[in-house]
């Protein structure tokens, strides 16, 4: 028997309250039907006895006590699976709007998911070649990762997050079984359109999955574009094997909308009025990366979010680096400088670079460069810190080796074109060469045999026969 | 069934049961048709609030509530060395066979193995008389624990059939007890025990032993006793789990508890193949052989996580009680605080600092006294060390789960910043960080390495104090205009903190630096650093010294020198002298 409710109880928001319901049940999806015939969709978000709280995806604009009739679907929110939807465009909330039609679905997937039990975990230890200096030399992507950037507003990080997908090796020898999940939240028609034009110039618009929450679509929709997205990456990576790298941004204005969401309910809010539990929330979409055992499927997470007056400590971006493996942190100095991509070193990270470099995935001597390109490149920011105060004219020559090796690190390893695609053999040279122009000693975070082996002993010699 | 409980409220993972007075606070109960696990944490005479361990979506009202009658417990006995469990007990290897990748909800699985036949030899007999904490009877958990059956606390009287040696399941029985009261008892493999309250014992003992971890920042500068409590605070990235990876792996206890509390998977996945592959020197047996991991990711249930930490100190006194001393890494407590903090949210409680709830200083404190060095009911001795990792937001350690840890623990190790974008690791901050175990622990130094090791110590220290003032100085005007001995000091210094202080973690010899090995690396240091400053008050330029490039063999000298090969350090010491003598000889 189906029931329709007729009328809500009371409309605050984005939520909207009905009585008398039963044999509904915690997190199941209703249908809302309103007088003038459209047709909205909900999520029960609480419930105390016959009176449920209802979380409306579109908006409760234009809905009056009376004028709604609501039908309880019987199942959780769902994402229809099948292998056609490789190359489909759908809204926030998983509805195709590419005028192809209904998904026939193979399968229904609960776009919660479940969390991965960690004995099932594969340890990700598959470099992913991004052909980016930095990235691939000092944070390497490694598949089954997820690496966010966090960048501000006006920053390149769209243009890099592209450069990733059309440089990044993450295919096996044949370039079979890669997909790119592609989740917008918030984000302007013109950005999303970028992302669109661009993977279609590079030719992987077939092997896109599209999810659009445009900055103007309803928000609370955005709290389902990640989950629809990852939803679909699970069953791409862990159904059909395929290795899947999802891109979502911005995750600042997921979480703004979540913020929304929780201050309608009248929850308590945590630090910057975000919710309690939006850890928690950002965990379960973060920690949906990952490989399983017995699947040859990946699945890759490059989340952006876009740092709120480019402070790190902010919330969104604490919480996010607490969560996910590491960080591409770009600089608005070195942007304002022309570099590009504008990754600022020291703050970045890959936590899981350590055991998939070195001998058997990239070059024996790839750790020992990193760490000392890093180290060397925090003692250009003392030096640099110093001539601030007392003059460059000042330093000791040691310390001016440094400047001019900071400068040299900037324009030539940071600095690369948007269409640069550097091998790892260039890069760990390119790292050698600029490390010679120290003097030996200082290099301290390398054992003597590998710093005999790649260290130029005369660098300025070197490099004009190099041209 | 008339007066069955059930759901009248759901919000997230708390369930409200209407107008009843079947359940006690704490208690542990079944939810909804599927048997999700829950604890009831409030109680009012219109409304029982229980927090859920599973996902509740699906969860209705009208579905029952069913209670255990017994607060949340663990069941302890062996199998659990080598396992890995989630929050509150189940292992999850046996769920993966059970329900694939992805953790299904409502999985009943026992916490132990209960078909498995363990070898037990009954070290009682007939009309002994045994009381709470005794050992009934022994068999080999792994290769190198022997797991000590002991009598549940609050059971006591004489032994009335003892089953003789062979082999048994978890259940059965294997000593039958009378009671005073004239009933009997049966001594199975296993117990049960609540994990909120802490496992009787006989006396805590002063902390007088370190717990050595071949980490040279922690050993020397920063010690912690066994049955100590240490927390590492640090923003991400800085290492915190790195540094409790390396406690883990190289520290002299027993047994190692690692929980995993709201963390990642892959780091858990990490842990459990690095732990399998890491070979333990004393015994040749891998690390897994004396290890438990508990991990609750960040993504599975909240409130599981609230629970895990509980669970693992549960645990981790279990084996104390046999008189082993282990280890506890809590990563992170920021995690479980969080936790916290989001159920007090949900039960819509008033918050307290930074939306915590008031209470979060009393659970921090209840959880690290649960660490100690004690005398287990049994006799000889055990200890619990607790190291918790913090994680403060943002990185600011004045948030209040980094400043109420600090109240209730003896050992800080502040992680840096500035020092872990150095890629210097451990990110330990020598100025920041402390030890309260001096006092408790100098005997021992004394004892063990001499009086020399505390001078050491202590020399290393003021030359890092002094170092750190005169930086104020250098990062205005440069190093140049020193005098030449506060130019030492920097040289000195340098040498420590690159030489000593940062530890290589994949380096074969570095991973862990035995006591004796850490005094002779500190003499040899210092007696450059005396030696040099004898050069210098003569008014030797210390560019002299620097050009002999002695200081640049010490900074190498912990990869150079390896373990097995301590007598070179006495080359390194003639060679010192030797270039200092041919300096002083050019000079006069």
Same mark, same amino acid.
């Not at chain 2, 210097?424 to 901050?429: D, E, F, G, L």
């Given at each position: 028997m189906i029931i329709d409710y007729v009328g809500v109880k009371e409309i605050n928001g984005s939520l909207i309250v009905i009585d008398g319901v039963k044999d509904a049940f915690f997190d199941e999806v209703v249908d809302i039907r309103l007088d003038d015939g459209t047709m909205r969709r909900g999520r029960i978000v609480t419930m105390e006895g016959e009176r449920v709280v209802v979380q409306v995806f579109q908006g409760?604009?234009? *809905?009056?006590?009376?004028n709604t009739r609501t039908r309880l679907?019987?199942?959780?929110?769902e994402m229809p699976m099948s292998p056609? @939807?490789?190359?489909r465009v759908f809204n926030g =909330?998983?509805?195709?709007?590419?005028?192809?039609?209904?998904v026939f679905p193979d399968k229904k997937y609960d776009i919660n998911g479940s969390p991965i039990n960690p004995v099932s975990r594969i340890y990700p230890q598959n470099y992913i070649n991004t052909g980016i200096s930095t990235i691939d030399t000092l944070m390497t992507l490694i598949r089954g990762q997820k690496l966010p950037i966090f960048s501000g507003s006006g920053m390149t990080h769209n243009e890099l997050a592209v450069q990733i997908v059309r440089q990044?090796? *993450? =295919?096996d020898e044949e370039g079979q079984g890669f997909v790119v999940v592609f989740a917008a939240m918030g984000v302007k028609n013109d950005v999303a359109d970028y992302f669109r034009r661009s993977f279609e110039k590079s030719g992987v618009l077939q092997r896109v999955v599209m999810f659009l929450n445009l900055?103007? &679509?309803? *928000? @609370? %929709?955005r709290i389902l574009t990640p989950r629809c997205a990852l939803a679909v990456a699970e069953y791409l990576a862990f159904e059909l094997n395929k290795h899947v790298l999802v891109i979502m941004t911005d995750m600042t204005s997921y979480a703004e909308a979540l913020r929304e969401f929780s201050t309608s309910k009248g929850e308590i809010p945590?630090?910057?009025?975000?919710?309690? +539990?939006m850890y928690s929330d950002l965990a379960s979409l973060y920690e949906r990366a990952g490989m399983v055992k017995g699947k040859t499927g990946s699945v890759t997470q490059i989340p952006i979010l876009t740092m709120p007056n480019d402070d790190?400590?902010?919330?969104i971006p604490d919480l996010t680096g607490y969560i996910t493996e590491g960080q591409i942190v770009l600089d608005r100095s070195l942007q304002a400088q022309g @570099? +590009?991509?504008?990754? =600022?070193?020291?703050p970045s990270l890959s936590r899981l670079m350590k055991d998939g470099?070195? %001998?058997?995935?990239?070059?024996? &001597?790839h750790q020992s460069v990193a760490n000392q390109l890093f180290a060397s490149y925090a003692k250009v920011m003392d030096a640099r810190s110093l001539a601030s105060v *007392?003059?460059?004219?000042?330093?000791?020559a040691v310390d001016k080796k440094y400047i001019q090796f900071g400068r040299l690190f900037e324009e030539?390893?940071?600095?690369?074109?948007?269409d640069d695609n550097r091998s790892i053999e260039q890069s760990l040279d390119l790292g050698w060469e600029l490390l010679s122009?120290?003097?030996? =000693? %200082?290099?301290?975070?390398? &054992?003597d045999e590998t710093l005999n082996a790649h260290y130029i002993d005369n660098i300025e010699e070197y490099e004009s026969k190099k041209g | 069934m008339e007066n069955q409980n059930v759901i009248y409220g759901i919000n997230g993972p708390v369930v409200t049961v209407l107008k009843t007075k079947a359940f006690s606070m704490m208690e542990m109960v079944y939810v909804g048709e599927q048997k999700l696990v829950g604890e009831v944490i409030t109680v009012t005479e219109d409304l029982t609030t229980i927090q859920v361990y599973?996902?509740?979506?699906? !969860?209705?009202?009208?579905d029952p509530v069913v209670g255990t009658? $017994?607060?949340m417990n663990v069941l302890l006995g062996?199998?659990?060395?080598?396992n890995i469990f989630d929050?509150?007990?189940?292992?999850l290897q046996a769920i993966a066979d059970e329900s694939g990748a992805f953790i299904s909800r409502? /999985?009943? /699985? $026992?916490?132990?193995?209960?078909e498995k036949e363990w070898n037990v030899t009954i070290t009682v007999k007939v009309g002994d008389k045994l009381c709470s904490g005794q050992i009934y009877a022994t068999l080999p958990e792994t290769p190198v624990i022997e797991h000590r059956l002991i009598v549940p606390p609050k059971v006591s009287g004489k032994v009335k059939k003892v089953f003789p040696n062979g082999n048994y399941k978890?259940?059965?029985?294997?000593v039958i007890l009378e009671m005073e009261d004239g009933s009997e008892y049966h001594l199975t493999l296993c117990q049960q025990w609540p994990i909120r309250t802490p496992r009787p014992v006989k006396e805590r003992l002063a902390p007088t032993v370190p717990l050595i971890t071949g980490q040279r920042v922690i050993d020397t500068l920063f010690p912690v006793s066994k049955g100590g409590t240490a927390a590492v605070p640090g923003g991400f990235g800085t290492g915190k789990t790195m540094t409790q990876h390396q406690i883990a792996k190289?520290?002299?206890?027993d047994i190692i508890v690692y929980v995993g509390c709201g963390e990642r998977g892959n780091e858990m996945s990490q842990v459990l193949e690095e732990f399998s592959a890491?070979?333990?020197?004393?015994?040749?047996?891998?690390?897994?052989?004396?290890t438990v991991l508990i991990a609750n990711t960040s993504n599975m249930p909240v409130a599981a996580r609230e629970a895990s930490i509980y669970t693992g100190i549960t645990l981790a006194e279990y084996y104390r009680d046999m008189g082993y001393d282990v280890a506890i890494m809590a990563d992170s407590t920021s995690r479980w605080a969080e936790a916290l903090r989001e159920i007090s949210g949900r039960l819509e409680e008033m918050p307290a600092e930074e939306g915590y709830p008031a209470y979060l200083p009393s659970r921090l404190a209840e959880f690290y006294e649960r660490a100690g060095r004690v005398t287990p009911l049994c006799g000889g001795n055990g200890s619990v060390t607790i190291i918790g990792a913090v994680s403060p937001q943002g990185g600011d350690f004045s948030e209040p789960v980094t400043q109420n840890t600090k109240r209730f623990i003896r050992c800080f190790w502040a992680l840096d910043k500035s020092l872990a974008y150095a890629r210097?690791?451990?990110?330990?901050?020598w100025i920041g960080s402390y030890s309260e175990y001096f006092t408790d622990l100098d005997k021992w130094f004394a004892d063990n390495y001499g009086d020399e090791f505390i001078k050491c110590r202590n020399s290393i220290s003021s030359l890092l104090q002094e170092e750190s003032s005169l930086m104020e100085i250098v990062k205005l005007?440069?190093?140049? /205009?020193?005098p030449d001995d506060q130019k030492l000091v920097i040289e000195i210094s340098k040498v420590i903190r690159v030489g000593y202080l940062q530890q290589n973690a994949f380096h074969k010899d570095d991973t862990f630096v035995s006591l004796e090995k850490q005094l002779l690396m500190m003499k040899t240091i210092l007696h450059l650093y005396e030696r040099t400053k004898h050069l210098v008050s003569a008014n030797i330029p210390i560019a002299r010294v620097l050009e002999k490039g002695l200081f640049d063999k010490l900074l190498k000298m912990k990869y150079d020198?390896?373990?097995?090969? !301590?007598?070179?350090f006495d080359d390194y010491i003639k060679d010192i002298d030797q270039k200092i003598e041919e300096i002083m000889a050019v000079q006069l």
């Open positions: 409760t604009r234009s *809905i009056s006590l009376t679907t019987g199942h959780p929110m056609e @939807i490789v190359g =909330s998983g509805v195709p709007i590419d005028n192809l039609g209904n990044a090796k *993450i =295919s900055a103007n &679509d309803p *928000i @609370i %929709e945590g630090r910057k009025g975000f919710p309690g +539990y790190i400590t902010h919330p @570099i +590009y991509p504008p990754v =600022s070193v020291l470099i070195g %001998e058997g995935f990239t070059r024996k &001597d *007392i003059g460059e004219e000042e330093l000791s030539r390893f940071v600095k690369q074109g948007s122009h120290l003097p030996k =000693s %200082e290099l301290d975070r390398v &054992d | 599973e996902e509740t979506t699906g !969860l209705k009202p009208g009658g $017994s607060p062996p199998g659990i060395i080598r929050g509150i007990e189940r292992p409502g /999985v009943a /699985v $026992s916490a132990l193995d209960t978890l259940m059965d029985t294997v190289w520290c002299d206890a890491l070979v333990d020197p004393k015994n040749n047996r891998p690390m897994t052989d004396r210097h690791y451990p990110a330990i901050n005007i440069g190093a140049d /205009v020193l020198i390896p373990n097995d090969k !301590l007598e070179m």
